[in-house]
């Protein structure tokens, strides 16, 4: 398991700053920081998991890029209504 080399706040922040993400929004999407276990030797020991399976968010006040991006890794219904 990756030595943490920030804390969990600290990764959380970067993580939504990067996304273009707010935390409010990582945590509508039950996203959540949790130790990582890999072997690379830039980790910071943290990597970001979902709390819910199968499910779709409900639409959220965000840029048309992150709206994108949400919908490329499932979180948007693709095509029709996105609002569902």
């Not at 999407?29 to 943290?46: F, H, K, P």
């Not at 709390?51 to 499932?74: W, Y």
Request: proline residues 4%.
């Amino acid at each position: 398991m990756c030595k943490p080399t920030i804390t969990r706040e600290e990764f959380v922040k970067s993580y939504a700053k990067q996304s273009r993400l707010t935390i409010e929004q990582l945590d509508a999407m039950s996203l959540v920081a949790i130790r990582c276990d890999c072997d690379y030797e830039s980790c910071q020991g943290w990597q970001m998991s979902s709390t819910m399976f199968n499910r779709t968010i409900p639409a959220l006040e965000i840029d048309p890029i992150s709206r994108a991006r949400l919908k490329q890794f499932g979180f948007v219904k693709q095509g029709g209504n996105d609002e569902t």
